[in-house]
């Protein structure tokens, strides 16, 4: 065995938070503290986990974490018998950042001016690094679990480098001494360590214990036998025992968010299956939340033990944006994490957790429409893909939706209250899609069913195509599209009479005006939705849509634009108009200078332009001469 130390530089990653770390004035060095225990119960956890497979680790000791003051030597030890680390675990662990808040850490800084930095350490913790807050030199002596090899001795000034070297007798597990700065006295003393560690980490789930020295009160040293945490999970203690800063310290060593959570469930399931869960909900959304491989921040725990840390079986993937915990005493503690989901219990308990979290949303939506609307300005879009992922939750997900409308102006409406105000006899809800509410607002659809009258749904997200159209209808009142053509179907009886009244009195107008289009039209119709306008360009029914269009063209798809149909007004003056014309001076250019003039205003209330712009004005402009 070599005594010589191993010399190893810091990754630059690391060095970068190191050196703001120990430069920074910093506002919040107490959170070091926290940092250090919330590893030792990360290692505590692997420990327990690893002993259910391999029973040569399993021993009656009990699984504890220590904090031992020494006043004399100005250190500050944190030890635990966890899993430990392995000679090349120290070097890589230590030495670069695998951390996922550390990594926030380096992004948010990097877009802030340096002026945030004492926040965002207190914020962030920095793990592991956030020792050299309080200390100028940190020692960590480890030996991992079960192994037969000797312990090492880390070493660092948090400098440019650490150095390794392999010692004996390290009892297995870890201890991370702080020689302890100049000024940072006061983590010496017991009172204060106690405070800390019920503030920041009495939810951890091994007891914590604090060494006092020979020269501290005999009544301090009866203390030091117990537990300086309660150790009761925070997931199973009722909500009116635990004050609101324990869970949001809860739910930032669960989640590496830097804001508080925008809410909380807390929910023990009793009955054929028991479980405890904590769930929370960030207030705000990071891109990756909208990827369909995000993980979600579901720890599952079975007797203590954490089984998976993203245990994406428990949610239905669209929720994949809550964090939290679940526990269950009903689950097998040797459950493979890979065959979760074939597990019966699980299944049971996501199904209840689903039901319960959808509640959790609706009774925010009913009691604080504010707070709602800040939850679903994030994840709506989550919901959305809900929709139309989940057949079963359909009903429910849809009474969850804000919608934008032709009456809305900057304040999204419930689409549930919404409809619960439609006249008893409407069985239709016309809306309209786009890229834009603002543009969708004023958009000339709105015209044609009369807008006045009628109020119009505006949905200017990508996801809403493919929601609409998997929802198709909501309170048995069928969901169309005015950018569509219209349907027989939906038609009333007198609506239906009107039109096939206008097939037969315009009969010979209609096959003209076909003739003239030709192939610029799929179809010429008459359509009795029409109010305001003489004459509407729609799509197919099946067409896919304009925004499903862009989007596959982002991912270098082109679909080809699908051929309009041209609806027509028929109560509409133009159309007795052109009937007269047609009656009188068919063979004229009048009669066929008009139609065309009617489909180019089609194309430009469509948002399109006309084929042939020259053609046009010059149409125009003897229309106005009146040539
Ligand atoms: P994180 O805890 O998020 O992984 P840290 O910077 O806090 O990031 O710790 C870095 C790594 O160092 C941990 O992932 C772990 O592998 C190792 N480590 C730190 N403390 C301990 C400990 N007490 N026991 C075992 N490993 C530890
Ligand atoms: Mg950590």
Redesign the pocket.
């Given at each position: 065995m070599s005594d010589r130390a191993r010399k190893l530089k810091f990754k630059t990653e690391t060095k970068k938070i190191l050196d703001i770390v120990i430069n920074s004035l910093y506002s919040h060095p107490d959170i070091f503290l926290r940092?250090?225990i919330?590893?030792s119960s990360?290692a505590l956890d692997k420990l327990r986990f690893m002993m259910l497979t391999s029973p040569e680790l399993a021993s009656d000791r009990e699984l504890r974490i220590d904090i031992i003051p020494d006043k004399d030597a100005r250190t500050l030890t944190v030890r635990d018998n966890g899993t430990g680390m392995t000679d090349d675990e120290m070097a890589t662990e230590l030495g670069t950042i695998a951390?996922s808040?550390s990594r926030g850490f380096i992004e948010a800084m990097d877009m802030s001016d340096g002026e945030k930095t004492p926040e965002l350490i207190g914020q962030f913790?920095v793990?592991?690094y956030s020792a050299f807050m309080v200390a100028d030199k940190v020692e960590v002596l480890s030996r991992k679990s079960g192994s037969d090899e000797p312990g090492q001795r880390w070493s660092s000034t948090g400098h440019d480098t650490f150095s390794i070297k392999q010692e004996d007798n390290i009892p297995e597990g870890t201890s991370i001494i702080l020689h302890l700065k100049e000024d940072m006295s006061e983590y010496l003393d017991g009172y204060r360590l106690r405070e800390l560690v019920r503030k920041y980490s009495d939810f951890i789930s091994y007891p914590v214990y604090i060494e006092t020295g020979e020269e501290e009160e005999k009544e301090e040293e009866e203390e030091s036998k117990k537990p300086v945490n309660t150790q009761k999970p925070i997931w199973t203690r009722s909500e009116e025992e635990v004050k609101d800063e324990e869970y949001n310290e809860f739910y930032s060593h669960l989640s590496f968010d830097i804001q508080k959570p925008l809410s909380r469930l807390v929910f023990h399931a009793e009955g054929t299956t028991e479980f405890y869960s904590l769930l929370f909900l960030p207030s705000t959304r990071t891109m990756e939340m909208l990827m369909p491989d995000y993980k979600t921040g579901i720890r599952l725990y079975v007797k203590k033990v954490m089984i998976k840390e993203e245990a994406d079986e428990l949610l239905p993937r669209y929720l994949r944006f809550i964090k939290g915990v679940v526990e269950s005493g009903d689950l097998p503690l040797n459950i493979s994490r890979e065959t979760l989901q074939e597990n019966r219990t699980v299944r049971i308990i996501r199904k209840a957790l689903t039901a319960k979290v959808l509640s959790w949303f609706s009774d925010m939506l009913e009691n604080d429409p504010e707070q709602y609307e800040k939850f679903f300005m994030n994840f709506g879009d989550l919901l959305k893909e809900g929709i139309y992922s989940d057949v079963q939750q359909r009903e429910k997900l849809a009474d969850l939706l804000m919608v934008w409308t032709s009456r809305s102006g900057d304040e999204r409406k419930s689409l549930r209250k919404l409809v619960e105000d439609l006249p008893e006899d409407t069985d239709r809800i016309f809306y309209i899609t786009g890229s834009d509410r603002k543009e969708l607002a004023s958009s000339p659809y709105l015209e044609s069913v009369g807008k006045a009258d009628v109020e119009v749904l505006l949905f200017d997200s990508p996801v809403d195509e493919f929601m609409l159209q998997s929802l198709g209808e909501y309170k048995g009142k069928k969901l169309i599209s005015l950018l569509k053509e219209v349907d027989i179907e939906d038609l009333t009886k007198a609506e239906k009479a009107e039109k096939k009244n206008a097939e037969e009195t315009y009969a010979g107008l209609l096959e003209y005006i076909k003739d003239q289009l030709g192939d610029r039209v799929e179809a010429v119709r008459f359509s009795p939705r029409l109010k305001d306008s003489p004459c509407i360009l729609v799509s197919d029914r099946n067409d896919p849509g304009e925004m499903f269009r862009q989007m596959m063209k982002t991912m270098n798809q082109e679909i080809p634009e699908a051929k309009k149909i041209l609806e027509l007004n028929p109560v509409h003056p133009v159309i007795s108009m052109l009937q007269e014309l047609y009656d009188k001076e068919r063979s004229g250019d009048r009669l066929k200078n008009y139609v065309n003039i009617l489909f180019d205003l089609g194309q430009i209330m469509a948002g399109g332009r006309p084929g042939d712009p020259v053609a046009f004005g010059k149409r125009i402009t003897d229309l106005l001469s009146g040539t």
């Open positions: 940092e250090l919330s590893n990360d951390h808040g913790g793990g592991f």
